[in-house]
């Protein structure tokens, strides 16, 4: 990487960091989103391209980064989403047997600006201490800067699902081989990875599907269950989501993750709220209540459902133990789960690989008693 290029970080707040620019570069030198923190120790290339990044700024608290370059079989979709990335250190040199190219000429070829030598520690305290927030790098002028992160209005209330579901559907082939017929997965676009289709891949031949599929146009395919994926952004800005849910509760066994949770729950007839500075990271430990049993979970998202609204035909199945915040439900009169957090990983731990496992044998159970 040739030139140093002076940089600037700008929060909406007025709080300025210097560093240098470096991924693609804006005509006018700005660059603006929510910014949030990750506290993954590796896996940035498909934090990058995980969809449910878009309209934000992505800090990584973790100092060096790009190091093992990047492989086209890391990328969680067909581009990334995020706004740009902020960092410590951007290494210089890549050296991992995987490596396809580095993460420079990635950034550069995506469309992706960042800036690095930013000092994330403190960036990353000032974030946990006053709540995401609105910021901006770039080359621009500092009073630019600053006008552009006051003028960004975040991700409340923005649907950022459209910006990112699939124009049309495609199929995920199954990749299982368990000596039987592959069940048919039916998978809502809100923004979903490449890793979850690959975990849902061994069971099912999944068809995945735009965001605003009716209920009816699903059920017409005849599916064993129903899958709703994560994505970016505010739950209560994606119109149209819970009706269409509701319309298949009862229907066919349903799984969901992340954003796919949250709209899980809006259906069944809970609230969902913003948190301070979100879960961004693969080290948020969450109990499964009914054994008692720790996971050490993959998460992403800056909403959760209030604990309050939740009703009686629902259960908590699993909690944050970070703080308190509901990581799990289940219906008790229809076939219906959701987690909030990844059990597909991409990156991260592995723990909760078992729900899919889980979604398996509902599927069975349904087809049994029918």
């Known amino acids: 990487m040739s030139g140093i290029e002076e940089a600037l970080l700008v929060l909406a707040d007025g709080t300025v960091f210097e560093g240098e620019a470096i991924g693609a570069r804006r005509d006018d030198g700005i660059t603006s989103g929510e910014v949030v ?7 940035y290339q498909e934090i990058i391209t995980d969809p449910s990044y878009a309209g934000q700024l992505i800090t990584f608290t973790y100092p060096h980064i790009g190091n093992y370059g990047v492989t086209s079989f890391d990328d969680e979709s067909r ?33 992706v600006p960042g800036i690095a030598g930013i000092d994330t520690r403190r960036l ?33 209330g923005v649907d950022l699902v459209s910006l990112v579901t699939c124009a049309s559907p495609y199929e995920f ?16 676009d809100f923004g979903i990875k490449t890793t979850i289709l690959r975990h849902l891949s061994g069971i099912a031949t999944v068809e995945v599907v735009p965001a605003d599929t009716p209920a009816s146009e699903v059920l017409a395919r005849n599916p064993d ?27 066919v066994p349903i799984f969901g993750i992340c ?18 500075f979100g879960h961004h990271g ?6 499964r209540l009914d054994t008692g049993a720790v996971e050490i979970t993959s998460q992403n998202h800056n909403y959760a459902v209030e604990d309050g609204s939740i009703g009686p035909k629902v259960e908590v199945t699993h909690r944050n133990l970070n703080d308190g915040v509901v990581e799990g439900l289940r219906s ?15 990156p991260g731990p592995h723990d909760a690989a078992y729900l899919f496992t889980m979604f398996d044998e509902l599927m069975d159970s349904v087809k049994g008693t029918n």
């Not at 954003?259 to 301070?276: E, M, N, V």
Request: aromatic share 8%; with cysteine.
């Open 37 to 43: 923190f990750n506290t993954a120790l590796t896996g």
């Open 79 to 111: 581009r990334p989403f995020t706004r740009g990335i902020i960092i410590r250190d951007m290494a210089r040199r890549r050296s991992n047997w995987r490596a396809e190219g580095d993460l420079q000429s990635f950034l550069q070829k995506a469309g």
């Open 124 to 156: 990353t305290r000032h974030i946990r201490d006053l709540g995401a927030m609105p910021g901006a790098f770039g080359t621009a002028s500092q009073s630019a800067l600053l006008a552009a992160a006051k003028a960004e209005h975040g991700t409340s």
């Open 173 to 188: 082939a199954f990749t299982g081989s368990n000596g039987r017929a592959p069940k048919r997965v039916v998978a809502y």
């Open 225 to 251: 269950g129903v899958f709703l994926s994560n994505g970016p952004g505010d739950p209560a800005a994606v119109i149209g989501a819970p009706q269409i849910i509701d319309g298949l509760l009862g229907e």
């Open 259 to 276: 954003l796919g949770h949250q709209l899980l729950a809006t259906a069944l007839g809970a609230d969902t709220y913003k948190l301070p």
């Open 282 to 287: 693969g080290n948020h430990p969450v109990c």
């Open 332 to 346: 008790l009169d229809v076939p219906a789960f959701s987690v909030q957090y990844h059990p597909e990983a991409g």
